[in-house]
């Protein structure tokens, strides 16, 4: 194949609303050009998922078969698991602190008071009943206090049930214990004794093993362990912090309490993930009084995650929060890892535009010891947009994923300064639509799929050009509220599964097909648009926000010597008869002019700091028609009307594919020169539940719905 390939972009004109249309050059027909012998960077980005736990992916779930065998299918790497706060009986394996010889039982009484409790005694008898209520009341096992709404008869019941025996099993409802307070919540607790005396500790991984081995069992490369919820115990509150007794339920309120640490030293918390990991990988574990627990798994965990989100939970700084990491690093390296196999990632930051954390975290010398691993930071990037059912504000999301590339590059900066052997993993990445988690939200379109996943192929090129490491598309399941099940909604925004199937919808076929196209190695090579066309003796260029437009003329000795036209917002028209739209920029003339004029050459920055954002939330462009004293000029860039492209090639220069992505709510036709007979994979919203079509073209010409990702490989 030649070297360099042309590609003609024509926009076609569609009947679309006015607020659509506006900005868009219908008449326009673009060049793109792919040199594929010039090389503009070295990918070394893997594409990837995380999986958050929640109750669908429970073995009791009506889609958890199918969910497992879509995430199986990918054969993603570095697939991030993450047991999480909302969960507490999912996520933490000790939810209670170990209590000596007092063996005590709590019910939160959210799940109604028609429940039991089971106490036993393994090696001897229940010897005493030290305290019981069922009621409100306060404290925790060995000082439990007794509220104002409480049982006379508790103890009594409770010595009934169990007195003598090795195992007792109390029913806790009303018709038992009687109503000691009418509409009002009521809580079981219940501390007893046994005979001879046994030190007492409450791991228990009944729930989270189930779900946790059917994760390690669909995903047999390199995985990223995050158990991201800290037992609320070994935090400092003003009370006990109660969780559900469902597994289902979320925990109201919040589980994560409290600010600083029981053990200042750290050594419990990292005591109780040393343990946690030697239960997945060692085998078992020994407690904190010495007793052997025994699991039999051996799995092989590259990465632990050390916490999620740490500016919200625990309302770390980046100060505590380093203590935190080397405090867990070390505990999982006593209990579970002496030969220093496992890496570690940190921070998993929320929010954005957070360069202290990476200045304070990076840097070696604020951690505990040199020996201390920095081999990945991570962070997390959600756009939104300004409506949750309009197809047209979907376009929002590429103007934030802009802002979020030029966030990463100073991320990088950063590493590059203080680590740059640590890797950059954006290991949350998605949408999350505007009132996203209340039940009464409209269900989006299926289309916004299409434009999420699109969103995520572009953010892939951009980042993989400049140098991000992993990035993670988040999550693989979540849904809008089930009454069937009694669920609450969980995100379902960011679902790449149906929770009705467990089948993928557009953005888990979008990863599929990216997983299965590029490769850690691939060669991004120049991939540009010469939007430039003569017209007497001028020259033009017109490019969205967020990209460059550079302006050029082609004899050595000419300038820029005439800035004809030149306008920032919904411009509309083509070249030589361009005109602003409604949305306009008053400063594009000067900002121009000032960036180009006595130049051959110049290259503007479309962003809004720059030109001010003159209609928010709206598609934006820069359309400029210049001259030059002597010659022709042509401008170059990186997409037009909204099409980002991309060419790869394999290491050795072979395997040339093409990255395509409709960025708007507009289909467009691409013809391609010598794309026909090459085998395309096409995400877009003619098969809006998938799978992806996988044809080979019969001509040049390829139709891109609106939101399409398209991988071209050539023949």
């Given at each position: 194949m030649a070297g360099?390939?042309?590609?003609?972009?024509?926009?076609?004109?569609?009947?679309?609303?006015?607020?659509?249309?506006?900005?868009?050059?219908?008449?326009?027909t673009s060049?793109?050009?792919?040199?594929?012998?010039?090389?503009?960077?070295?990918?070394?980005?893997?594409?990837?998922?995380?999986?958050?736990?929640?109750?669908?992916?429970?073995?009791?779930?009506?889609?958890?078969?199918?969910?497992?065998?879509?995430?199986?299918?990918?054969?993603?790497?570095?697939?991030?698991?993450?047991p999480w706060l909302p969960y507490p009986k999912l996520a933490v394996a000790e939810l209670d602190p170990p209590s000596g010889t007092a063996l005590c039982k709590m019910l939160s009484g959210e799940e109604g008071n028609n429940q039991t409790v089971t106490l036993s005694c393994a090696a001897g008898k229940i010897s005493k009943v030290d305290f019981a209520s069922f009621g409100t009341p306060t404290g925790v096992c060995g000082d439990f206090v007794l509220g104002k709404c409480h049982?006379?008869?508790?103890?009594?019941?409770?010595?009934?049930?169990?007195?003598?025996?090795?195992?007792?099993?109390?029913?806790?409802?009303?018709?038992?214990?009687?109503?000691?307070?009418?509409?009002?919540?009521?809580?079981?607790?219940?501390?007893?004794?046994?005979?001879?005396?046994?030190?007492?500790?409450?791991?228990?991984?009944?729930?989270?093993?189930?779900?946790?081995?059917?994760?390690?069992?669909?995903?047999p490369n390199t995985r990223?362990?995050?158990?991201?919820?800290?037992?609320?115990?070994?935090?400092?509150?003003?009370?006990?912090?109660?969780?559900?007794?469902?597994?289902?339920?979320?925990?109201?309120?919040?589980?994560?309490?409290?600010?600083?640490?029981?053990?200042?030293?750290?050594?419990?918390?990292?005591?109780?993930?040393?343990?946690?990991?030697?239960?997945?990988?060692?085998?078992?574990?020994?407690d904190e009084y010495g007793v052997e627990h025994k699991s039999n798994h051996s799995y092989d965990i590259q990465y632990w995650e050390c916490l999620n989100e740490v500016e919200s939970e625990h309302r770390n700084s980046p100060e505590s929060y380093t203590k935190v990491y080397d405090f867990m690093v070390d505990g999982i390296r006593r209990h579970a890892d002496p030969d220093h196999q496992i890496k570690f990632v940190g921070m998993a930051l929320e929010g954005h535009h957070e360069y202290n954390w990476y200045n304070y975290f990076l840097n070696i010398s604020n951690h505990a010891s040199p020996d201390i691993p920095l081999d990945i930071v991570s962070f997390h990037f959600y756009a939104s947009c300004s409506s949750r059912t309009d197809p047209t504000a979907y376009q929002q999301f590429f103007t934030r994923a802009d802002s979020f590339v030029e966030e990463c590059k100073e991320i990088i900066k950063i590493r590059d300064a203080l680590s740059p052997h640590t890797l950059l993993d954006v290991d949350e990445t998605g949408v999350i639509l505007p009132g996203d988690n209340s039940p009464s939200a409209p269900m989006f379109p299926l289309v916004y799929y299409n434009a999420a996943g699109a969103m995520y192929a572009y953010l892939f090129g951009r980042l993989a050009e400049i140098g991000v490491e992993i990035l993670g598309e988040s999550q693989l399941v979540g849904y809008p509220e089930l009454p069937e099940l009694n669920l609450q909604p969980q995100f379902p925004s960011v679902a790449m599964l149906n929770w009705t199937n467990g089948l993928g919808n557009a953005r888990y076929h979008v990863l599929k097909v990216l997983?299965?196209?590029?490769?850690?190695?691939?060669?991004?090579?120049?991939?540009?648009?010469?939007?430039?066309?003569?017209?007497?003796?001028?020259?033009?260029?017109?490019?969205?926000?967020?990209?460059?437009?550079?302006?050029?003329?082609?004899?050595?000795?000419?300038?820029?010597?005439?800035?004809?036209?030149?306008?920032?917002?919904?411009?509309?028209?083509?070249?030589?008869?361009?005109?602003?739209?409604?949305?306009?920029?008053?400063?594009?003339?000067?900002?121009?002019?000032?960036?180009?004029?006595?130049?051959?050459?110049?290259?503007?920055?479309?962003?809004?700091?720059?030109?001010?954002?003159p209609c928010s939330?709206?598609?934006?462009?820069?359309?400029?028609?210049?001259?030059?004293?002597?010659?022709?000029?042509?401008?170059?860039?990186?997409?037009?009307?909204?099409?980002?492209?991309?060419?790869?090639?394999?290491?050795?220069?072979?395997?040339?594919?093409?990255l395509l992505v409709n960025k708007t709510p507009r289909n467009q036709s691409i013809v391609v020169k010598g794309a026909s007979e090459s085998l395309a994979f096409i995400v877009d919203d003619t098969r809006p539940t998938g799978p992806a079509i996988n044809m080979t073209l019969t001509s040049d010409t390829v139709e891109m719905s609106r939101y399409a990702v398209i991988v071209i490989k050539f023949h």
């Open positions: 360099v390939l042309t590609i003609l972009v024509v926009l076609l004109a569609l009947t679309l609303s006015a607020s659509v249309n506006e900005g868009n050059p219908l008449d326009t060049q793109v050009t792919i040199d594929w012998n010039t090389v503009v960077a070295i990918s070394n980005t893997t594409t990837t998922l995380q999986v958050v736990v929640n109750p669908l992916l429970r073995r009791e779930s009506p889609v958890h078969d199918a969910m497992f065998e879509s995430l199986a299918a990918l054969q993603a790497d570095y697939t991030r698991y993450v049982a006379q008869n508790s103890s009594t019941v409770v010595s009934s049930y169990c007195l003598g025996k090795s195992t007792c099993t109390i029913p806790v409802n009303v018709n038992v214990f009687g109503e000691p307070c009418v509409n009002v919540v009521k809580q079981f607790v219940v501390q007893v004794e046994c005979d001879p005396p046994m030190n007492h500790t409450y791991w228990d991984f009944s729930v989270i093993d189930p779900m946790t081995e059917d994760f390690m069992r669909a995903t990223i362990i995050n158990f991201s919820t800290i037992p609320a115990w070994l935090y400092k509150t003003a009370s006990r912090v109660i969780y559900p007794d469902n597994p289902d339920r979320e925990a109201s309120p919040g589980y994560t309490q409290g600010t600083d640490l029981v053990d200042p030293t750290g050594r419990d918390l990292g005591d109780y993930y040393g343990r946690l990991v030697s239960w997945y990988t060692k085998g078992g574990f020994t997983i299965e196209n590029f490769k850690v190695g691939d060669k991004l090579v120049r991939s540009s648009i010469s939007n430039g066309i003569p017209v007497n003796g001028s020259f033009c260029g017109y490019q969205v926000t967020g990209q460059l437009l550079s302006m050029e003329c082609d004899d050595r000795k000419a300038k820029i010597d005439k800035i004809t036209f030149a306008a920032y917002g919904t411009v509309q028209g083509s070249c030589g008869n361009y005109t602003a739209g409604t949305c306009n920029s008053a400063n594009s003339t000067d900002i121009i002019k000032s960036a180009c004029l006595g130049r051959r050459y110049c290259t503007i920055n479309i962003i809004t700091s720059i030109f001010g954002d939330g709206t598609e934006k462009y820069l359309a400029i028609e210049a001259h030059c004293s002597t010659g022709r000029g042509s401008a170059t860039g990186g997409a037009i009307a909204g099409i980002y492209v991309q060419g790869f090639t394999a290491a050795d220069g072979t395997n040339h594919r093409l």
